[in-house]
Structure formats: C-alpha cells, structure tokens
C-alpha cells in the first residue's frame, strides 16, 4: 500500500525557514493529488497546499500564499513544501496527504496520510 514518510520539521524562530520533504511509495501517483495539511494544538485540521502530480498545478491556503511554495520530483516520488518567514501561527504539525482529489482542498479527498512531522515557530 501507499507509504508516506515526512521529514524535515523542527523548532524553528519566527522569520527562519524550513523545508519539509513527502516520500511516497507503494503507488503509481501520475493521477494523484499531493500535499500538505496542518493541524494546530487545539485546532481543527487545515488544508495547506497541494500539487496534481500530472501538470503541477498548485494550490495554496490563503494564509501562506506567498511564503510557502510546493513542488514535487516525479522521479524521487517526494513532493517539498518550502516554508519561508515562518510565523508563530505556523506552528503545527504536519501531514502530507496524498489522493483523488479533484477539489485539491478538501481533506476527504485524500485517502492516504503520513505520520506528521511537528513544525514549531517561536516567537
């Protein structure tokens, strides 16, 4: 089956950067959707980017347009998420998700989720 390995988190100030990394195996992704979602202490969980594996077109929450970019290697099978001028209110952990997904934003489009990897901003 389909296995997601994130990496790449850590405790971080607020302004610094971090770029998290999605391994996948275990599938063929051409037809697959990619990304990222994040839930806070005490939140519900958020939709934060998303890539389509065939085209690369992207989509991004509001609140990191601008400062978070998604890609993807097709040859590796890992998608990134580049997180520059990281903010206390980036503090969350993080799952790359991957799936059917024809809205890209919506969490019951993905049918795979990886462990998470905790991403702490300081202030």
């Known amino acids: 089956q389909v296995q997601l390995v994130e990496s790449g988190g850590g405790l971080v100030q607020a302004g610094d950067s971090l770029r998290l990394s999605c391994a996948a195996s275990?599938?063929?992704?051409?037809?697959?959707?990619m990304g990222w979602f994040r839930q806070a202490p005490g939140l519900e969980r958020e939709f934060v980017a998303a890539i389509k594996w065939s085209g690369g077109r992207t989509s991004y929450a509001d609140s990191v347009k601008g400062r978070f970019t998604i890609s993807r290697d097709n040859s590796k099978n890992t998608v990134y998420l580049q997180m520059n001028n990281l903010k206390p209110e980036d503090t969350a952990v993080y799952y790359c998700?991957?799936?059917?997904?024809?809205?890209?934003?919506?969490?019951?489009?993905?049918?795979?989720w990886g462990q998470g990897t905790q991403v702490t901003v300081s202030s």
């Open positions: 275990g599938a063929t992704f051409s037809s697959y959707s």
């Open positions: 998700v991957v799936g059917l997904s024809l809205t890209m934003t919506a969490s019951s489009g993905y049918n795979y």
